[in-house]
């Protein structure tokens, strides 16, 4: 079904790479999922009062938050395909990201009203809970539905490779399992009507859970505005692609970022053999900034490093490197080894990228370590350690 209407509604389906459509895909799964959650939402709603039961109630209000984040969704899946301008020279992908946070917000504070009406109801120990055979019909109902619907957006999210619709699809999930609660429950309280607080506990269950997802989805929301890594396997696959063209000695300083799910930047230093022709090595460059680029659909920059490649001296003293650094940890990296020749002393510089969150050694306990053990072979050496970041 959902190849079906992938051919029906969208031109040219299997090109993802392209923004339109992406745009399309993302605009169908939204209406879809407005249509669904509002159906449910409507039907709940009405069999909430006339029932009188809170848990219902609740689980309509997270299909309304279910709706509202379909329809920002639609928002900014259209809105986040506008092209770059004078204000914005990175285009506006990112407006994906914020409608995902004005929808937390809106699920946030209606579960905080809804949360207080519960707490209220019981403390007054009020229940008007009535059974009718239509709340069993709508649940069952609402729960086949929301089934299809996490198949639906679980697939278009993989095709797209969307975090909105990812998020989606977990919460259909959820609530299939929210929704089946409320069923059992409902039954039950059927049957042992002297439990009139069942509903209201169910209900204030809801609301818990509903904040919780609230307060998850505000939080994978705005990681990627503050900024999150790209996805490593994505990253080392184009590392091993530029590496494969003969004439690239090796690679570093990779940085990527992101402005948007489709819209990522990369730079990236390749080492070139110093002693070719300058010319070639600038067009072997060019050559791949292109392919990459048109490629994997990137912004890519490549800064070329000419190496030393007959310098004996230098070769050794890399040989040696990689035996101290890797004596100390295999989670170090070093690059860009090169020497600086002085009157009495040679200065030896490389970068060594330092991970955030392992604190293997001091950066001045580990320079005094390198700088110590490189002296053995020669001692007229001196350490320069430019520390570098992880940013992939």
Known sequence: MITFLRKLFIKDYQNIKDPKVREKHGLLASIFGIVINSILFIFKLII??????MSIISDAINNLTDFLNSFVSLFGFKFASKPADKEHPFGHERI???????????ILCLASILGVTTILGLINQTSDFEFSIFIIIIL??????????FLFNYKMAKVIDSLTLKANALDSLNDVISTSLVLIFSI????????????GIISLILVVYIFISGIKMLKETSAPLIGTPIDSKFTVQIINDIKSYNGILGVHDCIAHSYGPNKIFMTIHCEVDGYKNSFENH?????????????????????????DTKSEKLIEIKQELSKIISNISHEL??????????????????DLVYPYDKKIISKEELTNIIQKELNKIDPTLKVVIHFDEEYI
């Open 283 to 307: 067009e072997l460059i060019d050559k791949i900034e292109n392919v990459i680029s048109n490629k994997y659909q990137i912004f890519l920059t490549i800064h070329m490093d000419p190496i």
């Open 333 to 350: 990296s070093f690059h860009d080894v090169r020497i600086v020749k002085g009157k009495e002393s040679s200065n030896v510089i490389f």
């Open 140 to 149: 069952i109902g609402s729960i086949i539905l929301k089934i299809i619907l």
């Open 96 to 106: 994906e990201y914020i409608s995902g946070l004005i929808v937390c917000m809106v």
């Open 48 to 53: 909430g009062f006339i029932s009188g039961s």
């Open 188 to 199: 039950v309280q059927y049957y042992y009507p002297n439990l009139w607080y069942l509903d």
